[in-house]
């Protein structure tokens, strides 16, 4: 956006490669290529910043699984999300109408759903009537909402699955707009990935800024903004006490304390794997789909996310899983497979929870052990570590209740801006929150070029 506004454009990235929540590399075996962090990309489809860039002419290709998302069952079924919202409704038994009613009308309405889950909440709204639709049943709690909209455990434990990719209790709001955003997605553009790894969209976005004469410097930590002299615009992709601590005296004592205050939510516990074959799903629908959500149903997903919030670590804890070379077989050597799965668990956490990740693996894939070549494993601890917006291991970039995303960072007009001219925070901390779907950056930069102007 800067860079395209005619700007001369430095980014300085800290790690030895860019990407940050979006690399790829091979953890396990040789020839074995993992997602670090974001493995599926359904914002990337749905971004209007994605969609202003023109990445394809980079190389960058979206792979879609006919299916987006499984979510297989004790019975040996699994609920599958479709891309069409009849025929996933066609799957949810006595929830069939109800399904269709709900999703029918979000899909319909995108673009007020677009708007709310891409931009800041504090806005004034350019289609209040289907927002307020979206409203009534996305600010409510997931568990709420599965219970009232639905009879059955299939459609509860599919919105269930959904909702926990906002790391809240569901029994906390809006964890229901995190599962509706995810399923409309679903519908509307699918749940994609990158041909050839995560990492594809950070060099073609790399790319494109060299295209229009920006730079990136790789293995440059920022460890004072005093380091950057005096340039036009400062545009910090960090957590809110990074930026206190990077900017030091510039910033008045009250907004910084406010920036040190700000709350993550729960940490993550990744295991990416090396198979010698693919995933052995008891449900045979599991194959068709890119990701898949172990967890069972509404009340133990639900059980397993309060569990972090607590400082407890859920026994049966609710995975989300990714089986990319079903589709992106040249992810690794011809007949092996990979997969990227990771549960919540409390902020900062030591706890090695590989084991019971592998069970819940186990429980729907019979034989899974036996396919694992390698694993890597990764903790809070090591996400933070390698790259330090990962604060405890929260991978959403802060606490995604209602306050976090009103208040993210502080309650602000424009939330992009510091106090301090030409300083402007854009990481997930900032709305609409983490993802990979560009919008923190993009809106900073417009908030930015606006007050240059
Ligand atoms: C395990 C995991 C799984 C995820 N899965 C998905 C998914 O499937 N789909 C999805 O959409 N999202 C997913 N996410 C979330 C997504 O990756 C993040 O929300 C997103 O990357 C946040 O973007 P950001 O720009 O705020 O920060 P980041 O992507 O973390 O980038 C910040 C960059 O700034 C650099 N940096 C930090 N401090 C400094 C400094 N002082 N000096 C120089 N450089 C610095 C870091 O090295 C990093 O490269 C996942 C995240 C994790 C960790």
Redesign the pocket.
């Known amino acids: 956006m800067l860079a395209r506004a005619g700007l001369a454009v430095v980014v ?4 030895e490669e ?5 690399r790829s590399g091979e953890l396990t075996l040789p020839g074995f290529v993992h997602d670090v ?5 359904p ?2 489809a749905a971004s209007p910043f994605f969609r202003s860039v023109p990445l394809a002419e980079h190389g960058l290709e979206l792979v879609e699984p006919p299916a987006p998302l499984a979510h297989p069952l004790d019975d040996g079924s699994a609920v599958v999300l479709e891309r069409s919202p009849a025929a996933t409704a066609a799957g949810l038994g006595e929830d069939e109408p109800a399904y269709e009613r709900l999703l029918g009308a979000l899909v319909r309405d995108w673009e007020a759903v677009e708007e709310a889950a891409l931009a800041p909440l504090v806005r004034v709204p350019r289609h209040p009537v289907a927002l307020g639709r979206f409203g009534l049943s996305a600010l409510r709690t997931a568990d709420g909402l599965a219970r009232s909209a639905f009879e059955g455990e299939r459609a509860r434990a599919l919105l269930a699955g959904c909702a926990a990719h906002s790391m809240l209790p569901l029994e906390r709001r809006p964890s229901a707009a995190f599962g509706l955003v995810l399923l409309a997605l679903g519908h509307r553009v699918g749940w994609p990935f990158p041909r050839g790894g995560a990492g594809e969209i950070a060099r073609a976005l790399v790319a494109e800024l060299g295209r229009l004469g920006g730079v990136v410097e790789t293995g ?4 004072s903004l005093a380091e950057l002299g005096s340039p036009r615009l400062i545009l910090c ?2 957590g809110p006490p ?1 930026l206190a601590r ?1 900017a030091g005296e510039r910033l008045p004592e009250r907004y910084a304390r406010r920036l040190e205050r700000y709350r993550y939510g729960p940490g ?1 516990f ?1 295991v990416d794997y090396a198979l010698d074959g693919p995933i052995p799903w008891t449900a045979p629908e599991c194959a068709r789909a890119g990701t898949v959500h172990l967890g069972g149903t509404l009340a133990e997903i639900a059980a397993s996310e309060r569990a972090p919030w607590r400082g407890e670590h859920a026994e049966r804890p609710f995975v989300l899983l ?1 089986q990319h070379t079903l589709f992106d077989p040249a992810r690794a050597p011809e007949g092996k497979h990979t997969a990227w799965a ?1 549960c919540h668990v409390p902020r900062g956490s030591p706890v090695d929870m590989a084991e019971p990740i592998e069970a819940q693996i186990e429980r729907f894939a019979p034989g899974f052990r036996e396919r694992v070549l390698a694993r890597h494993v ?1 903790g809070p601890a090591k ?1 933070e570590a390698e ?4 604060v405890g291991g929260d ?3 802060g606490a995604a209740d209602l306050r976090g995303l009103l208040a993210r960072p502080v309650a602000r007009p424009v939330p992009y801006r510091t106090p301090v001219r030409g300083l402007y925070l ?4 900032t709305p609409p929150g ?4 560009g919008m ?2 993009y809106l900073a930069a417009r908030a930015a070029l606006n007050d240059a102007s």
């Not at 300085?12 to 790690?15: C, K, P």
């Not at 440059?220 to 460890?223: C, H, L, N």
């Not at 854009?426 to 901390?429: D, F, I, R, W, Y």
């Not at 983490?434 to 779907?437: E, K, R, T, W």
Request: charge should be neutral; charged fraction near 10%.
């Open positions: 300085r990235e800290g790690a860019p990407g940050g929540g979006v962090c974001s493995a599926i990309h914002l990337v440059a930590p920022v460890a992709d960090v990074a990077l993550a990744k990714a990771y990764m996400l790259n330090p917006n990962l991978l959403n970039g854009c990481s997930a901390a983490g993802g990979v779907h923190c950056g």
